[in-house]
């Protein structure tokens, strides 16, 4: 039975980068600010193309390495939809392990209340969604690597 | 702990902002948005209502 632990796959390797860029535009009453310095580390490399995949449309010519931070990032970050839909397999994968934790706990909880049935089961469920997660993560592994 | 989808004024497809939010940050009059890869946009309004448990969040402009 597995307790506590995050299921979050991703390469093992990680990487620093740095990069600082501003630029600011302001279209339909929505301004984008995109100015700042960052340094981050992650733990996947991959090249960048990006391509905005949010709700209102804009242009944005230019393209940059910006490793996948993209607060600030000059003339808005654009990202493939397989970036994009990585980040958020990502996202879901570790969400879903803070989600199975919770539940361990209120299993335990039920178990301090009285109710060792329903902590049993719950405790079940929380295997069977660890598995699931398993799986998520070995498909999140495989699509970093890519 | 769950992404939300940012609208202006309406919950309507159109009238999308941002999706997959992960922080909302209200300064002076305007409404800073990040989402899950970081980018951020900004709103002249203000929060009108939030439901985290199906997600969306309703922005007022000015």
């Known amino acids: ?146 | 702990m769950c992404l939300s989808t940012v609208y202006k004024n309406s919950k309507t497809e159109d009238a999308i902002v941002m999706k997959n939010v992960m922080s909302i940050e209200c300064v002076d009059g305007a409404v800073i948005l990040t989402d899950l890869m970081d980018r951020q946009i900004t709103v002249e309004g203000v929060l009108a209502s939030a439901n985290l448990v199906d997600g969306y969040v309703i922005v007022k402009t000015n």
């Open chain 1, 1 to 146: 039975m597995h307790l506590h632990h995050d299921h979050i796959a991703g390469g093992e390797h990680s990487h620093e980068h740095s990069h600082t860029h501003s630029h600011a535009h302001t279209h339909d009453g929505v301004e984008h600010t995109h100015e700042h310095s960052h340094a981050h580390e992650h733990d996947h490399a991959h090249p960048h193309e990006h391509d905005h995949l949010h709700g209102h449309e804009h242009a944005h010519d230019h393209s940059h390495d910006c490793g996948g931070d993209c607060q600030g990032c000059a003339g808005g970050c654009q990202h493939t939809p397989m970036e994009e839909l990585v980040a958020l397999m990502k996202y879901m994968v570790g969400h879903n392990a803070a989600h199975a934790r919770e539940l361990a706990e209120l299993a335990f909880q039920l178990e301090n209340a009285g109710s060792h049935t329903a902590y049993e089961q719950v405790m079940a469920a929380v295997s069977d969604f660890e598995k699931g997660n398993l799986r998520l993560s070995a498909v999140l592994a495989s699509l970093e690597v890519k």
